[in-house]
């Protein structure tokens, strides 16, 4: 009887963990349309992010109650009670990032309407960073890799970076042409929302630590011995 019982509670653990693969999958692919809607300045992509968001929302939902009804019947200890944890956390923070695509998607949407100076903040290098940082993020969850989870937590500053670059110059060009501000303020807050994309990405990062090690690690600069 109990080993029946770990059979099943061990065969429930791996289809948690093939849904949050999958959701991982459906969250790249709409970051990928998000960075493709900034390049193309293309409206109808945007709309179709936004319109599909939905998708995402319900299979959030869905391994959360799956996550939920396991630590209700099996009460899991130790490892395994620590990835329940950390695919709950994840869950949440894959769901968050398909909203910063969402918000990039509405911001896109604005300025692909919009009359355009002839400034231009190019979001190439920040959103391959960020794009980055994600496909490495489940990476080490698929392969319980602590380096590479590490490394995307160390990623996150150049971001940051790059957005305090474009806050400077899309700053500067608002000085200039006050009468595009609105323009300029949308071009800002897709740097906003990339950069909390990544913030997203790191929490994940922090998460595969914390499954690998059991160490929290999201108020220290380095992971505790």
Known sequence: ????????????????????????????????????????????LADKIIKTDYEIDEVEVEIEEE????????????????FIVAVIKINAELERIGDQAVNIAERVGVTAKSEQPDFYFDY????????????MSLDALINLDYDLAFKVVMMDDEVDRIK???????????????????YLI???????HLERLADHTTNIAEQVVYLIE?????????PQE
Do not use: W
């Open 186 to 192: 949308n071009l800002f807050l897709i740097s906003r």
């Open 214 to 222: 059991g160490d929290i690690i999201r108020h220290a600069p380095y």
């Open 124 to 135: 190439a290098t920040m959103g391959e960073k960020a794009q980055a940082m994600l496909k």
């Open 164 to 182: 305090s670059e474009a806050y400077d110059k899309i700053k500067k060009e608002i000085g200039e042409n006050p009468d595009k501000i609105g």
């Open 67 to 82: 996550c939920l009804k396991v630590l209700a019947l099996h009460q899991p200890v130790a490892i395994d009670l620590r």
């Open 1 to 44: 009887m109990e080993k029946r019982i770990r059979k099943q509670f061990t065969k429930e653990l791996e289809t948690i963990k093939k849904r949050i693969l999958a959701l991982g999958a459906l969250v790249e692919e709409r970051v990928q349309m998000a960075l493709k809607a900034i390049d193309t300045n293309d409206s109808d």
